[in-house]
């Protein structure tokens, strides 16, 4: 969870609980509703070349709203209105956090997962979000058959009372953390959850990696290690979903793929991969494994980019525009190459989050690309090329077929200093017999090409001139 969530976290908390390496080799890959919604407008196709007729043709009004794609966001923006909320409806399958009635207002057939205080943690009294502690009390004092004092853990070699709480403060907030081994505190968490999904798709719960355990639980009266603690935690997790009728738990894993990890995504049914899609990330390749691990095990998994279009501003001289209009339209043409890289034959459980934002309106930042169907893809991923650029990056080139479009993604390896710019492009060689036409982040297109050169962590998305 970053920083500048900390306000609009602790509202929706507060809210909630009251009711209720180089050159690798390329590894294996292992609600309806008719109600209409404003079609997404065609974008402008540039004058050198000619847009394939059907390339916009596969949007429907509910969703999933793209058969090609699973579009995902997290409703941290501050600002709604009417005309936003219908936009986002017609845009996005999945939202993670905000307020289902507003969202089904806009797109009935929409996903949502509200957004609860973790389960790793309670707050404590002064707290911003003190109200869940309020309602576990409560909760307790008619459920006399459990103590109240054994639903969570206590510091090492203490007496275990209320003053020798485990206690720290996160994003804001003073917290303890609760004995997810405790049956009072399994019992009390599935009925706070069942409060909070009550008719939602499930529950998005933050700071739920064993990296968040490790990072901030010490080794306590109850538990020798952080381990053994996310032990526990993953087998509470599964009562909850049990308790909930099997609907989704949403935990943000982050960048955590240990086999504690694994274990607790299996049990919730989802995951929040933050910060994942990463373009100067050399390890790229392990985390699209990662993601074909968890998708094949039944898992949903958000896809979530590390920089928004925010970011980029100060990556201009850095990370240049390259092939693309725009250093963001370079960058987030990458991330959805990315994602093509990984989805499987359906993209029924994974979604990608191509921003973070809550500061601008979704429309504004929406790239345009994702909407263009190039249809399901005909083989995994094949590494085509590998060497080191003129400027002494390492690097890999792989390459995905699809239906209509060949996804060709160049991907830094090594932990070397990185260079981005145009000094850093090498030729990568277009199979013959086919007109390649790239496609923009913007969702136009270019005049078809014979010869393309990549820059470092620049990818391209070529539409098949036959396919047209």
């Known amino acids: 969870m970053h920083a500048t969530h900390i306000a609009l976290a602790a509202?929706?908390?507060?809210?909630?609980?009251?009711?209720?390496?180089?050159?690798?080799?390329?590894?294996?890959?292992?609600?309806?509703?008719?109600?209409?919604?404003?079609?997404?407008?065609?974008?402008?196709?540039?004058?050198?070349?000619?847009?394939?007729?059907?390339?916009?043709?596969?949007?429907?009004?509910?969703?999933?709203?793209?058969?090609?794609?699973?579009?995902?966001?997290?409703?941290?923006?501050?600002?709604?209105?009417?005309?936003?909320?219908?936009?986002?409806?017609?845009?996005?399958?999945?939202?993670?956090?905000?307020?289902?009635?507003?969202?089904?207002?806009?797109?009935?057939?929409?996903?949502?997962?509200?957004?609860?205080?973790?389960?790793?943690?309670?707050?404590?009294?002064?707290?911003?979000?003190?109200?869940?502690?309020?309602?576990?009390?409560?909760?307790?004092?008619?459920?006399?058959?459990?103590?109240?004092?054994?639903?969570?853990?206590?510091k090492k070699g203490s007496v275990g009372d209320s003053a020798s709480r485990v206690y720290f403060n996160r994003w804001g907030s003073n917290r303890w953390a609760i004995n997810p081994g405790d049956a009072g505190a399994v019992a009390y968490s599935v009925n706070r959850v069942q409060r909070v999904?009550?008719?939602?798709?499930?529950?998005?719960?933050?700071?739920?990696?064993?990296?968040?355990?490790?990072?901030?639980?010490?080794?306590?009266?109850?538990?020798?290690?952080?381990?053994?603690?996310?032990?526990?935690?993953?087998?509470?997790?599964?009562?909850?979903?049990?308790?909930?009728?099997?609907?989704?738990?949403?935990l943000n894993l982050a960048e955590y793929m240990t086999d504690g990890d694994y274990a607790a995504a299996v049990a919730a049914g989802g995951v929040h991969l933050e910060m994942f899609n990463n373009f100067k990330q050399s390890s790229m390749i392990s985390r699209l494994v990662w993601v074909g691990r968890l998708t094949t095990a039944g898992v949903f998994v958000d896809f979530v980019s590390t920089y928004s279009t925010q970011d980029m501003a100060g990556m201009t001289t850095s990370y240049p525009k390259g092939n693309s209009p725009t250093n963001v339209q370079r960058a987030k043409l990458w991330e959805l190459s990315s994602y093509y890289l990984a989805v499987g034959a359906s993209p029924k459980l994974f979604a990608i989050q191509l921003e973070?934002?809550?500061?601008?309106?979704?429309?504004?930042?929406?790239?345009?690309?994702?909407?263009?169907?190039?249809?399901?893809?005909?083989?995994?991923?094949?590494?085509?090329?590998?060497?080191?650029?003129?400027?002494?990056?390492?690097?890999?080139?792989?390459?995905?077929?699809?239906?209509?479009?060949?996804?060709?993604?160049?991907?830094?390896?090594?932990?070397?200093?990185?260079?981005?710019?145009?000094?850093?492009?090498i030729p990568v060689t277009l199979p013959a017999g086919e007109v390649w036409i790239p496609l923009n982040a913007d969702g136009t297109v270019g005049a078809a090409i014979t010869s393309l050169k990549l820059r470092n962590s620049e990818a391209a998305i070529l539409l098949k001139g036959s396919k047209m």
Not at 71 to 93: N, V
Not at 363 to 378: R, Y
């Open 197 to 250: 999904v009550g008719a939602e798709n499930g529950v998005f719960f933050d700071e739920a990696s064993s990296g968040d355990i490790n990072n901030w639980l010490p080794a306590t009266r109850e538990y020798a290690s952080g381990s053994a603690y996310f032990t526990s935690l993953t087998q509470l997790v599964g009562a909850v979903r049990q308790g909930i009728g099997g609907k989704r738990i949403v």
């Open 11 to 154: 509202i929706l908390i507060a809210a909630v609980a009251c009711t209720d390496a180089t050159s690798p080799a390329a590894p294996s890959d292992s609600l309806a509703t008719t109600k209409q919604l404003p079609t997404p407008t065609l974008p402008t196709v540039n004058a050198s070349s000619t847009a394939p007729a059907s390339l916009y043709n596969d949007y429907s009004s509910t969703s999933p709203h793209w058969s090609h794609i699973t579009t995902m966001m997290t409703d941290f923006y501050y600002s709604w209105t009417t005309s936003e909320r219908a936009w986002a409806g017609a845009h996005y399958d999945f939202a993670m956090s905000g307020t289902g009635s507003a969202w089904r207002a806009g797109n009935p057939s929409v996903g949502h997962y509200p957004y609860a205080l973790s389960w790793t943690t309670m707050t404590a009294p002064g707290s911003l979000a003190s109200s869940y502690y309020a309602d576990m009390k409560s909760w307790f004092a008619v459920h006399p058959q459990y103590a109240l004092e054994k639903a969570f853990v206590h």
């Open 356 to 425: 973070n934002l809550w500061n601008k309106p979704y429309s504004t930042i929406w790239t345009k690309a994702q909407e263009a169907n190039i249809g399901h893809p005909l083989a995994t991923r094949v590494q085509v090329a590998h060497g080191t650029d003129p400027q002494g990056n390492p690097y890999v080139i792989y390459n995905r077929d699809f239906d209509r479009a060949l996804i060709v993604l160049r991907l830094q390896t090594g932990w070397n200093a990185q260079t981005y710019g145009d000094g850093s492009a």
